[in-house]
Structures are given as structure tokens and as C-alpha cells.
């Protein structure tokens, strides 16, 4: 599925918890030249069933996020459940957790916000 800003990737496989007011995401960031790598295997395990319901990347070719995303930042258990998926499908390097509460109160990093991350593994 595509917007104009948003490719998204969903679940065909397996069940997961609806989506609370507590979720989150995982955020993997991308150049374009690992983008299309990175994002083919993340698909593919959203729709697999291994990480949650929905994963979404910026629609435009340059650097780039992926976004992630858990029911409830405070399932600590699922969270880290899929981070460990993330590892599997050869995401290793530290990646940030950023609950959805923080991205409706507008709190991002690239306007000077600091400790944004409820986790960072």
C-alpha cells in the first residue's frame, strides 16, 4: 500500500494485538542505496508474521526511515521481542524506540528535542 509520503507493509500472516494508545516504533534509518535492501526484508517479515501489524518508509528515494511499529511501548516483552526479529532480518546497529505519544506531542530530535527514545537497543 502507498500514500504520497508513506509506503506501508501489513501483516498476511498470524495475529497480533490491536493498536493501543500506548504503541510505538521501532525507527530504522536508511540511505537510498541500503533502502530498498533494508525495507524488502522488513516487509517481509511484517507480512510473515515475525514483527507486528505494520511497518510504513518514506515513499522518497533518499536516506530515509523505517518505521516499525508495537502495540504498547509498555509490553516490554513484545517490544523486545521484535527488536530481537530486527536483529534476525540483519538490522544490528543501535536503533532508536520512539513511542506514538511523543509523535503527536510533536517531540522529534531534529527540533532540539533530547531523550526522546523509550529505548535504544
Given at each position: ?43 517481509a517479515a511484517v507480512e510473515n508474521g515475525q514483527l507486528g501489524e505494520l511497518a510504513k518508509r518514506n515513499a522518497s528515494s ?60
Amino acid at each position: 500500500m502507498v500514500n504520497d509520503s508513506w509506503i506501508y507493509a501489513r501483516r498476511k500472516t498470524g495475529t497480533y494485538p490491536e493498536h493501543t494508545s500506548r504503541g510505538g516504533k521501532w525507527l530504522v534509518f536508511a540511505s537510498g542505496r541500503s533502502m530498498p535492501a533494508i525495507w524488502k526484508r522488513v516487509k517481509a517479515a511484517v507480512e510473515n508474521g515475525q514483527l507486528g501489524e505494520l511497518a510504513k518508509r518514506n515513499a522518497s528515494s533518499g536516506h530515509g526511515v523505517i518505521c516499525v511499529y508495537t502495540y504498547d511501548w509498555k509490553d516490554h516483552d513484545d517490544v523486545m521481542r521484535i527488536r530481537s526479529e530486527l536483529r534476525t532480518i540483519g538490522i544490528a546497529k543501535k536503533i532508536p524506540y520512539k513511542t506514538d505519544e511523543n509523535t503527536e506531542r510533536g517531540i522529534y530530535r531534529a527540533g532540539g528535542s533530547k531523550r526522546i527514545s523509550a529505548y535504544c537497543e
